[in-house]
């Protein structure tokens, strides 16, 4: 999806135009994909543009570079700041956020020890990751021949940059077969998660999640359902799931800060129900809730002023 540029970008505590905002070609993580990032949106309330669930984004952002022992050289309170002046300084009601932290020009080789941490903070309007009518037509997903990384290979606990090469192998295999998604596996043959949302699995009356352990990451919008279904009466948990689960499934959705909440109406050709009756109610409930509109949830909705 093309991007549609906005005045500034934050750099490294200051803010730069749109077009100024460039780095060394010999910057370390452009060679190695020592990065570190977040995917953030904000949405348009009754009370102005508002970013949802910034500071537990900020805190895995934090917590992300901590795993790839990353010096951050501003605090979380400075870059959830610095998030909400870029919303404000971009006009947009509603838009994507993207905070990167990198290892930028001055050393190379694979060693990070000298190398410092440059950070970025861009915004830019961006609709529904995987269409706007998923959440009720539903997606086409396909399991993929790569596997996911395992914990011991690339932490995937991380929202590393060089760990979505993996994710975009998944990804690219899946289009170019004429699916929407991809599904990955991890070592054991279970599932993990798609290229860049977790993936919810009803099954009976409970709806199942894959455990950070199978190489899911641990979602913020993950953990954001979660809550939402249990509110909402709806069973779920965490467990372990086959490939032939999907296969069998009453219904499923996948989740993420991109795709919101997306229905899966088959998966390799399997028809599923879509959309499943749970898979209605979360929808429905998040698209309330991130953009303010039930009030037992506000605390997620942080306004950028």
Same mark, same amino acid.
């Given at each position: 999806m093309p991007i549609t540029p906005t005045p500034h970008i934050w750099m490294n505590g200051e803010l730069v135009p749109w077009e100024s905002a460039q780095i060394h070609v010999l910057s370390h993580t452009l060679h190695y994909g020592t990065g570190v990032f977040e995917g953030i949106r904000a949405y348009e309330t009754a009370n102005g543009p508002a970013i949802f669930r910034l500071t537990e984004h900020i805190e895995r952002l934090f917590n992300s570079a901590r795993i790839l022992n990353m010096p951050m050289p501003y605090s979380s309170a400075e870059i959830i700041q610095a998030c909400k002046d870029v919303v404000?300084?971009?006009g947009l009601n509603s838009c994507y956020l993207r905070p990167i932290a990198y290892f930028g020009? %001055?050393?190379? %080789?694979?060693s990070t020890r000298h190398c410092k941490t440059d950070i970025a903070i861009a915004a830019w309007p961006w609709g529904a990751y995987l269409g706007d009518d998923a959440a009720t037509a539903g997606v086409r997903l396909k399991i993929s021949s790569w596997q996911r990384h395992d914990h011991n290979i690339m932490p995937p606990a991380s929202k590393t940059t060089g760990n979505y090469v993996n994710s975009t192998l998944a990804k690219m295999e899946a289009i170019a077969a004429g699916y929407d998604e991809a599904v990955m596996l991890n070592n054991a043959g279970l599932v993990s998660?798609?290229?860049g949302e977790n993936i919810f699995v009803g099954i009976g009356d409970v709806v199942l999640t894959p455990p950070t352990s199978a190489g899911a990451l641990k979602g913020i919008t993950q953990d954001t359902v979660t809550q939402l279904a249990k509110d909402f009466g709806i069973k779920v948990a965490v467990g372990e799931l086959s490939r032939s689960d999907l296969y069998t499934a009453d219904e499923i959705f996948v989740v993420g800060t991109a795709a919101e909440v997306s229905a899966?109406?088959?998966v390799d050709e399997r028809r599923i129900d879509c959309p499943g009756p749970a898979t209605k109610t979360i929808a429905e409930a998040y698209a309330e809730v991130v953009r303010g509109k039930i009030a037992k949830y506000r605390r997620w909705n942080e306004l950028t002023s």
């Open positions: 404000a300084d971009s020009y %001055g050393e190379m %080789g694979l998660e798609c290229s899966v109406n088959s």
